[in-house]
Structures are given as C-alpha cells and as structure tokens.
C-alpha cells in the first residue's frame, strides 16, 4: 500500500516510523523514536500529534570548509537541528565526533526535547555537531572551525530562538569562540551560548553541572531501590566532562568509584580508585593508560564489573543486546545520552537491572544551562551555592515525579520519564495551536 502524502512528507522531515519491537539495527534516531511512540501509544496522543512530534522541525546541514595550519583543506560537514520548540526558544549541545551525522544529531535533538519538558525548563529541543575528531584538529583550527561553523549556523540560532551549549568533543572555550563569532555580527550576546567561560558570562557551577545532576539523581534513584549510595560501589565509563564531574561528586557523597574509562580504556581497583592521583595521571599523560595503582581493563571488560551502579557517562549504544546478559550490577545511570539500546533495554528490564534514564538522569546540564540563560539575558551573576541549590531542586523534583509516575502506571522509570515529558510537549503544542 502506498504512503499517504503527508505521512511521506513528514518522514522527509526526520520522521522515523513507528517500529513494532525494537531491533539491533535500528539508527540512534529509530531508537530515539522508538521511545516516542511507545508513550505515544501508552498515551493514547492524536494521529496529528504523532506525527508532529516524531519528526524534526528544521534542520540545517552546512558545509565547512577549513583552512589547516599545513596549508591544507579539509571539509567537514556540520548540522543544527531543532526537533521541537513548543515549550520555548530551542535548546541544545554542540557535538564534534566521527559519528556526529545528520541521524544521529536527529537523535540527539529529539531527545533534548523530552529532556527539557521533563526537568521543566522552558526550551524546546535541538542539538548541533560537525564529523570530525576534534583530538585531530589544533586549537587554531579548531577555533577556525568553530567560528566559521557558527556564522553558517547564525541564521537560525538566537538568544530567543536556539541557544548552542557544549556536548562531547566541544567545552566552555568552544562556547566562547561561538559567542564571540555570533556577537561580531549581532553584537554582544551572551544569552547566545551556555556553558560558556565564568569570565566571558558563564554561570558558576555549568561546567560540573551534569554529573552533580547525575549524582543527586543517582542517590535518591539508589535510596529508592534500597541500595545505600554510601559505600556503593559504582563504575564509570568516560572521564571527560561529565563522566570524571559524576566520578568526584560520587565519592563527595559517600560513594566507592572503583573503575574509570577513557575511549581507550579502563582502569579498576576492587577497593576504590584515588580519583585525585587519577586525574593527575590523566592530566600528565592524556590518558588513563599506564595509572600504576589499578588493574587496566578494556571498556567492554569495564561494562560488565561487578558493581552497584553503573554509569555510562560517554557514548550512545554501548550497553546492546550482546553484552546486556553479562551485566553485573543492581543499577545503571544513563549520564551519556543514549548508552543503553531499546533492545537492551527490554532484557535489562526483564532480569530486574533498574535503568534510571538519560532524560532524567544527565539533565543537570541543561538546567544550569537555563540558570546560566536566565543570568545571561539580565546580565547578573548569582552565586554559585544559590545556582546548585536551584539544581538539586530541580533534579530531586523531576527524579520524584518519575519514581511516583512510575509506581502509579506500574511502568519502568524510562516510560514514566517519557510519559510526562511527552505529555507536556504535546499540551504545548495543543495550546499554540500547532496541532
Ligand atoms: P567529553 O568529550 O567531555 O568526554 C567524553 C568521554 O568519553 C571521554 O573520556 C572520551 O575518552 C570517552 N569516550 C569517547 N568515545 C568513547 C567510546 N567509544 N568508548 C568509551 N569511552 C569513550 O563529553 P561529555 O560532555 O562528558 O559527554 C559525555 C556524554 O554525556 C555524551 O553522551 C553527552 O551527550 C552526554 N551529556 C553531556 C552533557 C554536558 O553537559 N557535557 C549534558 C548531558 C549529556
């Protein structure tokens, strides 16, 4: 039977279709989606709505010519998409890895929308990212990089309309660069941006953020379940930004971190690791390889330790159907977007693995993202005990409507999370007369 026009229509816009159970080779945008329509289901929501919902609203895929330090040229090839803006001005990071391509950031945009409704922000949803590996590039051409892919995204970004912030491969001097470049043709706008330097605007506590978010979400997701977050023993995989933020801050909170990874690999000491001596070694050497205090492990190795709480805290995918059978822990805490795939997902369920997931889990960083917004757009700086105060509101009170959404409906606390964000993005969209 053919495709009705508009159905074909909207597919064309990133909508992927409804799957009736989820499969090992879906794309991360079909995982992402995959989620979607299951509350969609769950929730009874219109046709129209559906529909709407499921795909993007506009996305942007640019070409970057950049000039190298070697005399050179390489092209690369940047996105910014926004998924869905009824709740407010879209919102979203910065991404620059190999696998950053249009479906992925498609991914990445729908699930910020979720995100953002659920820990009650007042932004709809978008992400960015250029193909490339940034650890290839210099800091000269990554600023070139940078500055030349934010003029080409400057027609559809706005403090008001789309504000960037950082994901992996980009930080608070990517922000900066970003800020800077928009401001030379808009003028001074720090709104533009978060994650940004404290110096150039940026809000006391954004670059810890989202594993503070995670821990305090983590804790009470643990005391939820019965298993003490003091003394727990937890792994983590990926020490940049956000893995190494959720490492320090569990032990800060009672916590035993007794394994760590890079993308090259882990390390693990059944005790606990000296996260100090480990940054330190990281800092000297550029990598976890070769602390002398712990046993080297792979990242495939790493995932399946025997611990309390696991937090992939790095890249999408890696918890799937070949190894969530060997998984050795009580609880996973999704601080990358995306780590466990719809399949596994399922499994984990069935052997009884709590999944606390990435909407709820690592929206820490958004929402110091909107406090360092709401600073940026009044030029006022709070303090930094008054912005984490704001966070842990915020994460205990999202973290407790999904524990009670999800003893209500008897559902997984990942279904609870999408219902209630589904829920009130499709409210909005009501409202505005979108839909
Ligand atoms: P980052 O670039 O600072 O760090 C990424 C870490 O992951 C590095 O240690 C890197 O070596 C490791 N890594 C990369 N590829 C890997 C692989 N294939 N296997 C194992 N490790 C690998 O990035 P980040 O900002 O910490 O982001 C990490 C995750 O958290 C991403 O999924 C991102 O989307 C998500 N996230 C980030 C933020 C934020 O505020 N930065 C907010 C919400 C969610």
Same mark, same amino acid.
């Given at each position: 039977?053919? &495709?009705?026009?508009?159905?074909?229509?909207?597919?064309?816009?990133?909508?992927?279709?409804?799957?009736?159970?989820?499969?090992?080779? +879906?794309? =991360?945008?079909?995982?992402?989606?995959?989620?979607?329509?299951?509350?969609?289901?769950?929730?009874?929501?219109?046709? &129209? +709505?559906?529909?709407?919902?499921? *795909?993007?609203?506009?996305?942007?895929?640019? %070409?970057?010519?950049?000039?190298?330090?070697?005399?050179?040229?390489?092209?690369?090839?940047?996105?910014?998409?926004?998924?869905?803006?009824?709740?407010?001005?879209?919102?979203?990071?910065?991404?620059?890895?190999?696998?950053?391509?249009?479906?992925?950031?498609?991914?990445?945009?729908?699930? +910020?929308?979720? #995100?953002?409704?659920? @820990?009650?922000?007042?932004?709809?949803?978008?992400?960015?990212?250029?193909?490339?590996?940034?650890?290839?590039?210099?800091?000269?051409?990554?600023?070139?990089?940078?500055?030349?892919?934010?003029?080409?995204?400057?027609?559809?970004?706005?403090?008001?309309?789309?504000?960037?912030?950082?994901?992996?491969?980009?930080?608070?001097?990517?922000?900066?660069?970003?800020?800077?470049?928009? !401001?030379? #043709?808009?003028?001074?706008?720090?709104?533009?941006?978060?994650?940004?330097? $404290?110096?150039? !605007?940026?809000?006391?506590?954004? &670059?810890?953020?989202?594993?503070?978010?995670?821990?305090?979400?983590?804790?009470?997701?643990?005391?939820? #379940?019965?298993?003490?977050?003091?003394?727990?023993?937890?792994?983590?995989?990926?020490?940049?930004?956000?893995?190494?933020?959720?490492?320090?801050?569990?032990?800060?909170?009672?916590?035993?971190?007794?394994?760590?990874?890079? $993308?090259?690999?882990?390390?693990?000491?059944?005790?606990?690791?000296?996260?100090?001596?480990?940054?330190?070694?990281?800092?000297?050497?550029? &990598?976890?390889?070769?602390?002398? %205090?712990?046993?080297?492990?792979?990242?495939?190795?790493?995932?399946?330790?025997?611990?309390?709480?696991?937090?992939?805290?790095?890249?999408?995918?890696? @918890?799937?159907?070949?190894?969530? *059978?060997?998984?050795?822990?009580?609880?996973?805490?999704?601080?990358?977007?995306? =780590?466990?795939?719809?399949?596994?997902?399922?499994?984990?369920?069935?052997?009884?693995?709590?999944?606390?997931?990435?909407?709820?889990?690592?929206?820490?960083?958004?929402?110091?993202?909107?406090?360092?917004?709401? %600073?940026? @757009?009044?030029?006022?700086?709070?303090?930094?005990?008054?912005?984490?105060?704001?966070?842990? #509101?915020? +994460?205990?009170?999202?973290?407790?409507?999904?524990?009670?959404? *999800?003893?209500?409906?008897?559902?997984?606390?990942?279904?609870?999370?999408?219902?209630?964000?589904?829920?009130?993005?499709?409210?909005?969209?009501?409202?505005?007369?979108? $839909?």
């Amino acid at each position: 039977m053919s &495709e009705k026009p508009a159905a074909a229509a909207v597919k064309d816009m990133g909508a992927a279709p409804a799957p009736q159970r989820p499969t090992d080779d +879906m794309t =991360p945008f079909e995982a992402a989606t995959y989620f979607f329509h299951c509350s969609a289901d769950r929730l009874g929501l219109r046709e &129209e +709505m559906r529909e709407v919902l499921a *795909s993007t609203y506009r996305e942007l895929a640019v %070409q970057i010519p950049l000039r190298r330090d070697d005399g050179g040229m390489t092209v690369f090839r940047g996105y910014r998409i926004q998924h869905n803006g009824a709740r407010g001005p879209y919102k979203g990071g910065i991404r620059y890895h190999e696998s950053a391509d249009l479906d992925e950031v498609r991914a990445l945009a729908a699930l +910020m929308t979720w #995100k953002n409704a659920l @820990i009650d922000v007042p932004f709809g949803g978008a992400k960015g990212g250029i193909r490339c590996d940034p650890t290839a590039l210099s800091q000269g051409e990554l600023e070139r990089l940078t500055r030349r892919f934010t003029t080409m995204i400057s027609y559809i970004i706005g403090v008001h309309r789309d504000i960037p912030a950082p994901d992996m491969g980009t930080n608070a001097q990517a922000m900066a660069w970003m800020m800077d470049a928009y !401001g030379q #043709k808009y003028g001074y706008s720090p709104g533009i941006v978060t994650g940004k330097p $404290v110096e150039l !605007g940026g809000s006391p506590g954004r &670059e810890e953020a989202t594993g503070r978010g995670v821990v305090i979400c983590a804790a009470l997701s643990a005391g939820r #379940k019965g298993i003490d977050f003091e003394g727990a023993r937890v792994v983590v995989q990926g020490f940049g930004n956000v893995g190494y933020w959720t490492a320090v801050l569990a032990v800060e909170q009672g916590a035993r971190v007794i394994a760590v990874s890079d $993308v090259k690999g882990g390390i693990h000491s059944t005790d606990a690791l000296d996260l100090d001596a480990v940054r330190d070694h990281y800092q000297s050497n550029g &990598e976890l390889h070769g602390y002398p %205090q712990a046993d080297e492990v792979s990242n495939e190795e790493l995932l399946t330790l025997d611990c309390d709480i696991l937090i992939p805290a790095a890249i999408q995918g890696v @918890i799937h159907s070949g190894n969530a *059978s060997k998984l050795s822990t009580r609880m996973i805490v999704e601080a990358a977007n995306a =780590p466990v795939t719809p399949v596994a997902d399922q499994e984990l369920l069935e052997r009884g693995i709590t999944v606390v997931p990435d909407i709820l889990a690592n929206a820490g960083g958004v929402c110091v993202s909107y406090l360092e917004w709401v %600073q940026s @757009i009044q030029e006022f700086r709070w303090e930094l005990a008054h912005v984490n105060d704001e966070l842990e #509101k915020k +994460m205990t009170s999202a973290t407790e409507a999904v524990f009670e959404r *999800s003893k209500r409906d008897e559902s997984s606390l990942r279904d609870a999370a999408y219902d209630i964000a589904v829920e009130r993005v499709a409210r909005a969209a009501e409202l505005r007369g979108y $839909v």
